[in-house]
């Protein structure tokens, strides 16, 4: 078989497509697939918007001539690129999709108050928020198969008008590194770690604003860093939390519990596909305030409990393997001709 892959980020770029591009590019070939052709977003980024796109067409154009499929690893950057030239040569488009783009632009950039739930049964005012929807479902719809990160997401995609045949759950892979620093926190506090992105929906506010009361817990928000650093705090954590009131599929959860730490997470999107509540972390109501510090209070006041959780949730390591997320992917991808 041979494969184009459109990404929208190619290391040394940081994010989780560049993570994904270079797995795929290493075990891609043990199954069959020798023939990758990448067709990088950065190459084009410099050249003014509408052009750039215009040009990353050609270019995969270019590059699926020669093949037999190609796989896209968003559904507007790149994806919408690759829809055009799949469309004009008649070639299957797989395309990859890790959360609703138009929603996630909506909340930074265009007055979306909306949680994920609710946007998309709802219609939207903004006109580039319709648009950047109509794009995203035309590229979902134009493919034979779309590969998510949760069944939660297939959800989501579904309440696009996509077939749910077409979608298939494959988790994303989660490699933790040989060597974590480590990392020494203050005598006789309770640190409380969270990590991600400083956007609106990961509730990070809360988490500081709920310690205040507690003089002897720390927080500290894991964001910007480097990720071996951010490792680092995760695993010298008494606990980590996601506060977020959305989530595909969060890594950053993924290798709280692949550390062993113990975990609290809002009861939303992908987080209850990983946690069995009481069982290998706790689930809480999003925005709910009380909730979360009577789980810090319970984690804190029963360390031994904690642990026990946080030791169960270790063992489920292999489901976010490298080797069973490439395999799922090339079968997926050989079946798709």
Request: hydrophobic share 40%.
């Amino acid at each position: 078989m041979r494969l184009v892959i459109a990404t929208p980020l190619y290391p040394p770029e940081i994010g989780g497509p560049a993570t994904y591009i270079k797995e795929l590019e290493k075990g891609l070939p043990s199954h069959g697939i020798k023939d990758i052709s990448i067709v990088k977003f950065s190459e084009v980024r410099h050249l003014p918007k509408f052009l750039r796109h215009y040009v990353y067409y050609r270019r995969v154009l270019k590059a699926l001539r020669n093949a037999d499929a190609v796989l896209a690893l968003d559904p507007v950057s790149v994806g919408y690129p690759a829809h055009c030239a799949a469309k004009k040569l008649k070639k299957p488009l797989i395309v990859k999709i890790v959360g609703d783009y138009a929603w996630e632009q909506g909340r930074q950039r265009f007055g979306v108050t909306q949680e994920l739930d609710e946007f998309v049964r709802t219609k939207q005012r903004s006109l580039f928020v319709q648009l950047l929807q109509k794009i995203q479902t035309r590229v979902a719809k134009g493919a034979v198969k779309i590969i998510v990160p949760s069944p939660y997401l297939k959800g989501i995609v579904s309440h696009w008008g996509v077939s749910e045949e077409k979608i298939v759950p494959i988790y994303n892979s989660v490699e933790l590194p040989k060597e974590i620093p480590v990392r020494e926190k203050e005598e006789g506090k309770f640190l409380i770690v969270s990590a991600g992105r400083r956007v609106p929906w990961k509730g990070f506010e809360a988490i500081e604003c709920v310690a205040e009361k507690h003089p002897h817990w720390q927080v500290f928000i894991a964001s910007g860093l480097p990720r071996i650093e951010m490792l680092a705090w995760m695993q010298a954590a008494d606990v980590f939390v996601l506060n977020s009131t959305y989530e595909g599929l969060s890594h950053v959860l993924i290798e709280a519990m692949m550390l062993g730490t113990p975990v609290i997470a809002t009861n939303v999107g992908g987080n209850p596909f990983l946690i069995e509540n009481g069982k290998t972390g706790i689930l809480i109501p999003s925005k709910d305030d009380d909730a979360l510090e009577e789980a810090l209070t319970n984690t804190e006041h029963d360390p031994g409990a904690a642990k026990n959780r946080a030791q169960l949730a270790q063992k489920n390591r292999e489901v976010f393997s490298s080797s069973r997320m490439v395999e799922l992917t090339a079968s997926l991808l050989t079946h798709s001709l």
